[in-house]
Nanobody
Framework: VQLQAYGGGLVQAGGSLRLSCAAS????????MRWFRQAPGKQRELVAG???????NYVDSVKGRFTISRDNAKDTVYLQTNSLKPEDTAVYYC??????????WGQGTQVTVSS
């Protein structure tokens, strides 16, 4: 399974971006799809996750501003980011957890929020 993330860009504080990540290749099921981010000089952190059944979780700093969703038929996960802040600036990575705990990563998409 390969993951392709896109949708990042440069936006002013308060703006929005919609990130997408599409999985391709044969698989027996994608259990969890997640978005992580890594800012310069910081560790990669989990931003949001969604199960195949639609249960979601978010890091506290994005609750109420970001929404994760997925289209199982298209093997695609989305991250709607609203009310963006400069501290949201990071490379955003998508991740998929397949059967037997196998994990796959996308290449990352840059989100830059200017103040």
């Amino acid at each position: 399974v390969q993951l392709q993330a896109y949708g990042g860009g440069l936006v002013q504080a308060g703006g929005s971006l919609r990130l997408s990540c599409a999985a391709s290749g044969r698989h027996s099921g994608i259990n969890i799809m997640r978005w992580f981010r890594q800012a310069p000089g910081k560790q990669r952190e989990l931003v949001a996750g969604i199960t195949s059944g639609g249960s979601t979780n978010y890091v506290d700093s994005v609750k109420g501003r970001f929404t994760i969703s997925r289209d199982n038929a298209k093997d695609t996960v989305y991250l709607q980011t609203n009310s963006l802040k400069p501290e949201d600036t990071a490379v955003y990575y998508c991740n998929a957890v397949l059967d037997y705990g196998v994990s796959r990563w996308g290449q990352g998409t840059q989100v830059t929020v200017s103040s």
